[in-house]
């Protein structure tokens, strides 16, 4: 891969385009009054997919760019639970009617710190507000450093049949660096007790372009995740943001690698994953031939939303808890960050939406283009176009950062068809912002 083309595209800044417009779009017009209204606005036989977020961790990653909390405490997390379970309530008593749910997501945070007996009592809850269809996904995000024997019962008894690990790197000298010591032992027993609870479909995250990390050390944790056997992987870039995220300020930025050697680590983990086996899902997930992720993938059903990729074909997820994204009919919205305020409107008996974005016509189509761009990597502009009575010129047209890419041989455009050249899929998100209305229009 040319050094040009990195420093050119492979910009770690640019969006992950999880949604369109991004969260910094949101602002405070939206809030909790909109909220109500496009919750009693949803079709009343329309599938949901929630999200619950569980902020609390016994220890912080510095790595970490999600809003959590220490605590070696279980009280603060039993206040927090009780909260959650009034904003349930307040949330199902806006809607039409029984909302069906397809795909149930827990995520942090370490979710799995919540008492063992308190996590079934949580799913109770849920489904005394919620109807859940028989094949709903519900999954839970688990730190393997304090997944207990206990916890495993109790997810299996509460339905759960999907676990997402964080794994990181099994490097000890990058586990150093980012301040999680985490065993080859401590994942492999998560998996064990997961697996012996009925919990077979797993999940793993690891990361590139950690402090301290090679080619050589990404490519070790990749061989030793594959013998594993996860479904599915997902292999994200670091963002070193220290401005925005304070944590990070205790990483030692010399030890970061560079963006060449970043995409030689992303190369590597790649061509391990794939020759064993896995297939290459979008920017940066990996799933065997007969997980879900590459069933859709074939059959052109792949989503994406605030979690990443999906298989999930519902277009509505309520949020629900600190800092929670949700997607309505006509937008997006989000619970405020900070855990004090959110409890306060809750107990208020008012919804803790702060912020969030009224979608407009253009804004939908663009979404749909950047949608698939990141999913399939191509797009059908003209038929996107067409499909939302939107001129395909036009579009085409204004994304002024597609002619440099087509040029730099990145993308091939025919007939209103944009296509990423397989070579560059990992410059995807450079290509998505070409059709980003508000992205910082300045030149690479």
């Known amino acids: 891969m040319q050094i040009s083309l990195l420093e050119k595209y492979y910009d770690a800044r640019l969006p992950w385009y999880t949604i369109y417009p991004t969260v910094p779009e949101f602002s405070a017009v939206v809030g909790a009054e909109t909220c109500e209204k496009w919750l009693r606005g949803l079709p009343a036989d329309g599938a949901v997919s929630l999200y619950l977020h569980i902020p609390f961790c016994r220890s912080i990653c510095w790595y970490c760019g999600f809003p959590t909390t220490f605590t070696r405490r279980n009280a603060p997390i039993l206040d927090y639970l009780a909260v959650?379970?009034?904003?349930?309530?307040?949330?199902?008593?806006?809607a039409p009617q029984v909302l069906p749910v397809s795909d149930v997501h827990f995520g942090g945070g370490t979710p799995?710190?919540?008492?063992?007996?308190?996590?079934?009592?949580?799913?109770e809850v849920l489904r005394s507000r919620f109807a859940f269809r028989k094949t709903a996904t519900?999954?839970?995000?688990?730190?393997?450093?304090?997944?207990?024997?206990?916890?495993?019962?109790?997810?299996?008894?509460?339905?759960?049949?999907?676990?997402?690990?964080g794994v990181q790197s099994f490097d000890p000298i990058v586990q150093k660096a980012i301040n999680r010591i985490q065993s080859e032992a401590q994942t492999t027993a998560a998996i064990e007790n997961l697996r012996r609870h009925g919990i077979g479909r797993i999940n793993f995250d690891l990361i590139f372009g950690l402090p301290h990390q090679t080619v050589q050390s990404c490519v070790q944790s990749a061989t030793t995740a594959v013998v594993m056997r996860p479904d599915r992987l997902a292999v994200f870039g670091y963002a070193h943001v220290p401005s925005y995220m304070k944590r990070q300020r205790l990483i030692d930025e010399a030890a970061l690698p560079d963006c060449a050697s970043r995409a030689d680590q992303a190369a590597a983990v790649a061509d391990t994953l794939?020759?064993?086996?896995?297939?290459?899902?979008?920017?940066?997930?990996?799933?065997l031939p007969d997980d879900e992720l590459s069933l859709a993938q074939k059959t052109g059903r792949l989503r994406r939303n605030s979690l990443g990729y999906s298989a999930d074909t519902c277009n509505t997820v309520i949020g629900l808890g600190t800092s929670a994204i949700g997607r309505l009919g006509d937008g997006y919205v989000q619970n405020e960050v900070v855990t004090g305020p959110y409890i306060q409107h809750i107990r208020a008996g008012r919804l803790a939406t702060s912020k969030g974005y009224s979608l407009t016509d253009e804004d939908r189509v663009r979404a749909a283009i950047i949608e698939r761009l990141m999913c399939d990597l191509e797009a059908d502009v003209s038929a996107i176009c067409t499909a939302h009575g939107f001129d395909a010129l036009s579009f085409l047209d204004s994304a002024e950062r597609l002619?440099?890419?087509?040029?730099?041989?990145?993308?091939?455009?025919?007939?209103?068809?944009?296509?990423?050249?397989?070579?560059?899929?990992?410059?995807?998100?450079?290509?998505?912002?070409?059709f980003d209305a508000y992205l910082d229009r300045k030149p690479y």
Do not use: C, K, W
Not at 112 to 123: C, N, S, Y
Not at 138 to 165: C, H, K, Q, W, Y
Not at 276 to 284: M, V
């Open 138 to 165: 519900i999954a839970v995000e688990i730190d393997p450093r304090t997944f207990t024997m206990e916890m495993a019962d109790a997810l299996g008894a509460a339905g759960v049949n999907r676990a997402s690990l």
């Open 403 to 434: 002619a440099m890419l087509a040029a730099d041989g990145i993308v091939d455009i025919q007939n209103g068809f944009v296509r990423v050249r397989q070579e560059h899929r990992f410059m995807i998100r450079a290509v998505a912002a070409a």
């Open 274 to 287: 794939v020759a064993a086996g896995y297939h290459p899902i979008g920017l940066d997930h990996y799933a």
């Open 84 to 94: 959650l379970r009034e904003e349930i309530r307040l949330v199902a008593e806006q």
């Open 112 to 123: 799995t710190l919540i008492e063992p007996a308190e996590f079934p009592a949580l799913m």
